[in-house]
C-alpha cells in the first residue's frame, strides 16, 4: 500500500530499487516528508550527511536525488560501511554519541546544509549528535532525525544521564523560538519595522536561526534559516 505520493521522485525510486544498488529499509511514509524538506537542495553543490550507513543503498539515493555537485558522507559505527563511500564523499567510522567523534567528522566535511540521523536511535545518541552538529550547519539546511519513536520505548533506548529525549530537545528549541515574541515587556516593539527600532533584546542562535520545528510520525525535522525580528501591525 502507497503511503507516500507516486509522483515523489524519491519515494518512486524506493518503490522501483536499482539492479546494481544495495536495497535500503525505510517507512513507506517518510519519502513525503524527505521530499517536501530537502526539494530545494536538488541540483546544488548540497552537503549532507547521513547518520547510518548500513548497506550504502540510500547513499547512493540521495546522490541520485541532489545530483551530480551533491557530498554525500556518512558516520556508521560498523567499519564495514567506509566501503560505501562515494566519490566526493566519505563514510566516517564512529559512533555518534561522542561529541569528539563528531566534531571531527565536521572538521573532516565542513559544515552541512542537511543531516540526516538514522543512526543508533538512542537518546543519547541523538541528542550528543544533535548538540554538535545544529549549531555548526549552514543556513539555510534542514536537520532531520528519523525513528524517534524509540524515545516511547525505554529500554536501552532511554540512556541519557539525564533522563532526557530528543523529544525534550525539539521541545526546548519550540520554546526559543518564541524568545523575541514570549517577552510582554518587548510587545511593544514590534508595532514598528524592525529597520525603525532601536537595537532590541539578544536573543539566542538557535532562535535566529530556526525556522520552524515539525513532528511527524516517528520524524522531526529542523529548519534552519535566518529570521528577523517579527513585527505586527493593523490593516
Not at 525505510?26 to 552537503?47: E, I, L, M, S
Not at 528549541?173 to 514590534?190: A, D, I, K, M, Y
Not at 525535522?221 to 525580528?229: A, H, Y
Amino acid at each position: 500500500m502507497e503511503q507516500s505520493r507516486t509522483d515523489n521522485p524519491l519515494y518512486r525510486r524506493f518503490l522501483e530499487g536499482r539492479a546494481n544498488s544495495p536495497k535500503m529499509h525505510k517507512w513507506h511514509h517518510y519519502f513525503d516528508v524527505y521530499h517536501d524538506t530537502f526539494a530545494p537542495w536538488r541540483g546544488r553543490p548540497v552537503t549532507m550527511l547521513e547518520i547510518g550507513v548500513q548497506s550504502g543503498g540510500s547513499l547512493r539515493m540521495w546522490q541520485e536525488y541532489f545530483g551530480p555537485e551533491a557530498r554525500i558522507f556518512g558516520i556508521d559505527i560498523d567499519p564495514s560501511c567506509a566501503a560505501h563511500a562515494l566519490p566526493g564523499g566519505k563514510v566516517f567510522i564512529g559512533d555518534q554519541a561522542d561529541p569528539a567523534v563528531m566534531r571531527r567528522v565536521l572538521a573532516d566535511m565542513g559544515p552541512p546544509d542537511i543531516v540526516l540521523d538514522d543512526g543508533g536511535h538512542t537518546a543519547k545518541q541523538q541528542i550528543a549528535t544533535f548538540e554538535v552538529l545544529y549549531p555548526a550547519m549552514r543556513v539555510p539546511g534542514a536537520y532531520l532525525i528519523e525513528d524517534t519513536h524509540t524515545a516511547f520505548w525505554g529500554g536501552d533506548f532511554a540512556d541519557h544521564p539525564d533522563g532526557k529525549s530528543i523529544y525534550d530537545i525539539a521541545f526546548a528549541v519550540c520554546q526559543r523560538l518564541q524568545e523575541w515574541t514570549g517577552r510582554p515587556s518587548n510587545f511593544q516593539r514590534f508595532g514598528d519595522p524592525p529597520d525603525r527600532r532601536a537595537p532590541g533584546p539578544v536573543v539566542s542562535d538557535i532562535c535566529r536561526t530556526t525556522l520552524s520545528v515539525s513532528f511527524h510520525d516517528s520524524m522531526i525535522v529542523f529548519r534552519r534559516g535566518q529570521r528577523p525580528e517579527p513585527w505586527h501591525e493593523i490593516r
